[in-house]
């Protein structure tokens, strides 16, 4: 089983500043921990970020080839992009949104999810063992649907 682990835009910057919101870990520390558990699981990730809304549609067209699952935090991409849901909707690949903080606690505007209606699931307010739980969330579906 292989996943695609995405971070939009502003997720580089883990780490140094606002660590009220997101922690005092940094990208490449969420991305380690990912691969570790990963193998621990017997699966396999690839973790990409940008700060691109196109380069993001991008690589989850190339996840249909490539991915048996994303998992995705759009950030600000949340809250803005059609594109990044219509891509998604695309590929028809199972998908979980994940939120370091919870957006829906934070500013009226965070409160819109436009790729939420595309996701087999939502976790947000957990930090970085957000993104543990979405990976299991992601493993378990696709497991259950390869069994039938
Ligand atoms: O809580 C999350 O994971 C968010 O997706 C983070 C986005 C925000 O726009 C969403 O509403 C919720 C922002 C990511 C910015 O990341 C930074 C990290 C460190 C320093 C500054 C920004």
Same mark, same amino acid.
């Given at each position: 089983?292989?996943?695609?682990?995405?971070?939009? !835009?502003?997720?580089?910057?883990? =780490?140094?500043?606002? !660590?009220?919101?997101?922690?005092?870990?940094?990208?490449? *520390?969420?991305?380690?921990?990912?691969?570790?558990?990963?193998?621990?699981? =017997?699966?396999? +990730?690839?973790?990409?970020?940008?700060?691109?809304? =196109?380069?993001?549609?991008?690589?989850?067209?190339?996840?249909?080839?490539?991915?048996?699952?994303?998992?995705?935090? !759009?950030?600000?991409?949340?809250?803005?992009?059609?594109?990044?849901? *219509?891509?998604?909707?695309? +590929?028809?690949?199972?998908?979980?949104?994940?939120?370091?903080?919870?957006?829906?606690?934070?500013?009226?505007?965070?409160?819109?999810?436009?790729?939420?209606?595309?996701?087999?699931?939502? +976790?947000? =307010?957990?930090?970085?063992?957000?993104?543990?739980?979405?990976?299991?969330?992601?493993?378990?579906?696709?497991?259950?649907?390869?069994?039938?």
């Amino acid at each position: 089983m292989h996943i695609l682990v995405l971070n939009g !835009p502003n997720l580089n910057m883990l =780490g140094t500043r606002e !660590p009220e919101h997101y922690g005092t870990q940094t990208l490449g *520390d969420l991305e380690y921990m990912l691969r570790q558990e990963a193998a621990q699981m =017997g699966i396999t +990730v690839t973790c990409y970020q940008s700060n691109h809304e =196109g380069s993001l549609v991008d690589q989850i067209q190339a996840a249909y080839h490539t991915a048996d699952g994303i998992l995705i935090n !759009p950030a600000a991409y949340t809250h803005t992009s059609v594109a990044i849901l *219509d891509a998604v909707k695309a +590929v028809k690949l199972p998908t979980v949104e994940v939120h370091i903080s919870d957006p829906d606690t934070r500013e009226e505007f965070r409160k819109i999810s436009y790729i939420r209606q595309a996701c087999i699931a939502t +976790v947000k =307010g957990k930090g970085f063992a957000g993104y543990i739980e979405g990976l299991h969330i992601l493993y378990d579906h696709i497991t259950a649907a390869q069994g039938q």
